[in-house]
């Protein structure tokens, strides 16, 4: 496993951490909100965990989910000490709260990502009337020079109104992400999904869009793949193993530490009970199935395999 170790030495640089799993909206990807354990991460635990990070040489945090990070009352005191440890911060939002706390506190995130997967349907993916708040909000924090971009999850709520939600941001200069439906967070699954008329009409739109979507045209290339395999409904794999859990851990309000957040994850150990080294010690077998074998996470556009990875290393270096 020397192998593996020396990967994640270069690789390793990322901690999503979900703060709490309590959340506000109810949404019909999602089934955080119907967990019975509420559970807040208090600010204790959350100094130990960036204590033992930090040993491994992790720079980035993206405060995220299960569970909307706003929800901790204790926001502001994650967010000061992270920021005052040096960290990168990102945040994954709903964008409901923004409101509930200072400008000065969002000021400290390198970005922050507003979940907004439709303006005329939003109640009926995310069971609340929040549409408006929501875009408000997303204009306070641009108003104020901050990064803001904007997640859209496709689904057969929003595929018709994917123009128009692109051209609306795209006028205000605001960056969309277009992300697919995985079974993790798996709740009614089955009523979101594309037809086959309402996937090509998806990827002809797709096909369209040259910029503003996607970070690159890998991205772009690899959900018009996506969708085109739903729509042939073939099991082929795109590419071989995925890279992610060697280059970010997921972290959990409890202090369980997944190996990503992908539809494989599996739990390495508690980080409140154990350090990240002799976590790592003791799943580098798992991981390496992961990394170097062929099963694949449905439905996910994060995956890189390790033969993409030497190839851009090879053409950019190390
Ligand atoms: C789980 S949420 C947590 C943060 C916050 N509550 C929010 O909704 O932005 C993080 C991201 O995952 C997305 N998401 C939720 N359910 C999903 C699913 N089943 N598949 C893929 N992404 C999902 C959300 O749209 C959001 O952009
Ligand atoms: S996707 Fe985010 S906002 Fe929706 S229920 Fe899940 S955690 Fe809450």
New binding site residues.
Partial sequence: MIFIDLLRKRLLKVMAI?ITNR?N?R?K????WKMKNRNDMSFKDFKIIVKKIKLVGIKKMVF??????LMNKNFISFVNYAFSQGFELNL????TLIRRYPLKTFKKFKKI???L?SIENYFKI?GKKESDTIIKNIFFLKEHDLNVEV???LSSYNYEELEKIFSFFKKMNIKI?L?????????N?HE?PLEKRQLSKTIEFIKKEERGIFNNLNQKKATIDLLNQLLKKSKKNLRGGCIMPLKSIFVLPDGNVLSCCGTNAFIMGNLLKSDLKEMFKRNDEKISKLVLGRRQCK?CLDKESFPQLVLEKIKYGW
Avoid: K, Q
Wanted: aromatic content about 8%; proline content about 3%; overall charge negative.
């Fill in positions: 979900a959340c909206l949404c990807m999602c089934s955080v995220s989910g299960y569970g909307e990070p994954i939002t709903n964008g990502v507003i979940s997967d995310r997640n859209v999850l992400n992300h697919l439906t995985t079974d993790v967070l798996l709740l699954f979101l439905y």
